[in-house]
């Protein structure tokens, strides 16, 4: 694979994946799909306040922009990730490893966002 890509080859290229993934507590599957760069920008943004960090929702946050319909169409709005976070930590946590996987987060991702947390600070402790 060692083909120089042009402008037009990288904008066209398909680079969308999708799992779905069984929630039982919610009586079904849903469809999980990877981050655009802009959606992880937008989630990391919700979370790193300058040295700070505010955890609050950060799963319900992911799972807002990565849950899709058939069609590829976002389920959730970013708004209305804070009603996505009163469902089930369970059902959370199952699709949230689906869409850090898929969108390439890495633990050294997460270590990074979470590292001030050790020095005491809680995600109730920011305002958000």
Same mark, same amino acid.
């Given at each position: 694979?060692?083909? #120089?890509?042009?402008?037009?080859?990288?904008?066209?290229?398909?680079?969308?994946?999708?799992?779905?993934?069984?929630?039982? !507590?919610?009586?079904?599957?849903?469809?999980?799909?990877?981050?655009?760069?802009?959606?992880?920008?937008?989630? !990391?943004?919700? #979370?790193?306040?300058?040295?700070?960090?505010?955890?609050?929702?950060?799963?319900?946050?992911?799972?807002?922009?990565?849950?899709?319909? !058939?069609?590829?169409?976002?389920?959730?709005?970013?708004?209305?990730?804070?009603?996505?976070?009163?469902?089930?930590?369970?059902?959370?946590?199952?699709?949230?490893?689906?869409?850090?996987?898929?969108?390439?987060?890495?633990?050294?991702?997460?270590?990074?966002?979470?590292?001030?947390?050790?020095?005491?600070?809680?995600?109730?402790? #920011?305002?958000?």
């Amino acid at each position: 694979m060692n083909k #120089i890509l042009t402008k037009d080859q990288i904008l066209q290229a398909d680079d969308k994946r999708t799992q779905e993934v069984e929630v039982p !507590e919610w009586g079904g599957r849903v469809i999980v799909k990877n981050l655009s760069g802009n959606e992880r920008d937008q989630f !990391e943004d919700s #979370i790193v306040k300058g040295d700070k960090r505010d955890f609050k929702g950060i799963r319900a946050k992911l799972v807002a922009l990565s849950v899709v319909d !058939e069609n590829g169409k976002r389920l959730f709005t970013f708004e209305e990730a804070k009603q996505l976070g009163e469902k089930s930590a369970r059902a959370l946590d199952r699709v949230f490893g689906a869409a850090q996987k898929l969108s390439g987060f890495t633990a050294k991702d997460m270590e990074e966002l979470t590292e001030n947390l050790s020095e005491g600070q809680s995600g109730d402790s #920011i305002s958000g």
